[in-house]
T-cell receptor, first 113, second 117 residues
Framework: NAGVTQTPKFQVLKTGQSMTLQCAQD?????MSWYRQDPGMGLRLIHY???????DQGEVPNGYNVSRSTTEDFPLRLLSAAPSQTSVYFC????????????FGPGTRLTVL | AQKITQTQPGMFVQEKEAVTLDCTYD???????LFWYKQPSSGEMIFLIY??????QNATEGRYSLNFQKARKSANLVISASQLGDSAMYFC??????????????FGKGTLLTVNP
């Protein structure tokens, strides 16, 4: 199993550009989520999904869209990038049942100029 | 109010000694889970240990143990026999409730552990 994969690993955008961060998992996990990590802030939840076709907002959803058309993929879209979205983005997945561990992808380091 | 509080921004420990990283949490839900993750300088998030609110015994995973004091709402991570490779950022996290939308993790701000030779 590849686990949770994220692409790209690094990205530089200009203000106003849009892009999609990719996340995929091959563990047949129902639950997937996106976090952002900023210095001194820990990880904060952006959006999450409890299964294909179901998504919901987390703590900091503004400026981001998600969709879940398949169990495996959970892309995160930045609609119009802003410097405040400069961060490291982590995708995570877990089984839905019980308090299963969330497995994290390697992260995407995004810089918005 | 913060749901997860890690009061130690940084900690230092000598190699081969034990170290305790503090974590307190705030929830009114009787069902919850507590997690510790390690983030080395390479950036990945590595799961270390889990404690459920109904678990009677403290969780242990190799050199890691979780000192769970439910009445005090604390879930401290104890690392025994520290190694140089333990130098990393450590995050405490909580998941509240069961089922449905209650699979979100709330993270603390982390503790940076440095192991000295």
């Amino acid at each position: 199993n590849a686990g949770v994969t994220q692409t790209p690993k690094f990205q530089v955008l200009k203000t106003g550009q849009s892009m999609t961060l990719q996340c995929a998992q091959d563990m047949n996990h129902e639950y997937m989520s996106w976090y952002r990590q900023d210095p001194g802030m820990g990880l904060r939840l952006i959006h999450y999904s409890v299964g294909a076709g179901i998504t919901d907002q987390g703590e900091v959803p503004n400026g981001y869209n998600v969709s879940r058309s398949t169990t495996e993929d959970f892309p995160l879209r930045l609609l119009s990038a802003a410097p405040s979205q400069t961060s490291v983005y982590f995708c995570a997945s877990s089984y839905e049942q019980g308090f299963d561990t969330q497995y994290f992808g390697p992260g995407t380091r995004l810089t918005v100029l | 109010a913060q749901k997860i509080t890690q009061t130690q921004p940084g900690m230092f420990v000598q190699e081969k000694e034990a170290v305790t990283l503090d974590c307190t949490y705030d929830t009114s839900d009787p069902s919850y889970g507590l997690f510790w993750y390690k983030q080395p300088s390479s950036g990945e998030m590595i799961f270390l240990i889990y404690q459920g609110s109904y678990d009677q015994q403290n969780a242990t995973e190799g050199r890691y143990s979780l000192n769970f004091q439910k009445a005090r709402k604390s879930a401290n991570l104890v690392i025994s026999a520290s190694q140089l490779g333990d130098s990393a950022m450590y995050f405490c996290a909580m998941r509240e409730g069961e089922g449905g939308s209650n699979y979100k993790l709330t993270f603390g701000k982390g503790t940076l552990l440095t192991v000295n030779p």
